[in-house]
């Protein structure tokens, strides 16, 4: 059996965690398959009022990470596209908005732009690539295929692709954060210590035919991967950190992580072109609060 909605001895946040206050709100400057700008709010109740470091191996758009406003962070993904534009947002804002500035909203100019090899570009063009690509594809979907080549095709709506001020405030927000490409086992056995924060936000355990979506790169997260996830969310534990981790209400996780307080989270899923399949369950697991 699982436990759900059980007492759990935390705080929420009562004031601001870093550099900027709390009132003010940083917005992604990417929409990612699987983001949890919808589940802040209960994703908040479990964030500890003091911790040393705020570390998320599964960075993909970041919500949670811009929400926080934590002193000392790492942020990694093995998703190279992803890692070196948060680098250039970071390093060279202006660059990428100037790129981006010369980009065109049309069809014939997205499959022009997707078809380039992006390894064959320099850094901040490679980043203005990947942020017009997620803002003109089909949902905001990025999704490759097994040769890496992005796939997604072309969205048709009319939103704008370019926003100066969300990517000068992102910009600044990650002046001071570690950014890392690598694997999430890697980066946590670096670098997470006793009194850190850690958000785990993996690739969901598959819940129906389609639910592949977040497959970001082309390595798979099989079921192997989460049976190694739950044993690192417990070494963590054991390590002295407290541990939130997200991922599907499939009663494979549900098993894995029955001995944690887990809470069910009705939720929209914003990839399904059929808005009758848009409703799913996330769950939100929690530990090394006792």
Same mark, same amino acid.
């Given at each position: 059996? @699982? ?50 470091? @705020? ?41 990428? =908005? ?105 690739? @969901? ?59 069910? =989270? ?25």
């Amino acid at each position: 059996m @699982y436990k759900v909605n059980q007492e759990v001895d935390i705080s929420t946040v009562n004031e601001s965690l870093g550099l900027f206050p709390k009132e003010v709100a940083i917005k992604p400057f990417l929409k990612w398959a699987g983001g949890k700008t919808q589940l802040l709010t209960e994703l908040h109740k479990y964030v500890p009022n003091n911790f040393n470091k @705020y570390i998320e191996p599964f960075i993909g758009g970041g919500a949670m990470f811009f929400s926080l406003n934590p002193r000392e962070s790492i942020i990694a993904d093995s998703n190279e596209e992803l890692v070196i534009t948060y680098k250039q947002v970071k390093e060279a804002v202006e660059s990428i =908005i100037e790129h981006l500035k010369t980009f065109e909203h049309n069809e014939d100019f997205y499959y022009n732009i997707r078809s380039i090899d992006p390894k064959e570009l320099e850094d901040s063009y490679r980043a203005a690539r990947l942020i017009y690509l997620n803002k003109t594809c089909f949902n905001g979907l990025y999704r490759v295929n097994k040769k890496g080549q992005f796939n997604v095709p072309y969205g048709k709506g009319n939103g704008s692709f370019l926003n100066e001020e969300v990517l000068r405030n992102a910009s600044e927000f990650l002046a001071d954060t570690t950014i890392i490409k690598g694997d999430y086992l890697d980066v946590l056995t670096k670098f997470a210590t006793d009194g850190d924060f850690i958000f785990l936000d993996p690739p @969901y355990y598959p819940v129906g035919k389609y639910s592949d979506f977040k497959r970001y790169t082309k390595e798979l997260f099989y079921h192997k991967d989460q049976v190694q996830l739950k044993q690192e969310f417990e070494r963590l534990i054991n390590i002295g950190c407290k541990v939130i981790l997200t991922n599907s209400n499939h009663e494979v996780i549900l098993d894995l992580y029955s001995d944690y307080d887990i809470e069910i =989270i009705e939720t929209r899923r914003m990839i399904s072109s059929n808005s009758k399949t848009r409703i799913g369950k996330d769950i939100i697991v929690v530990g090394g609060y006792e």
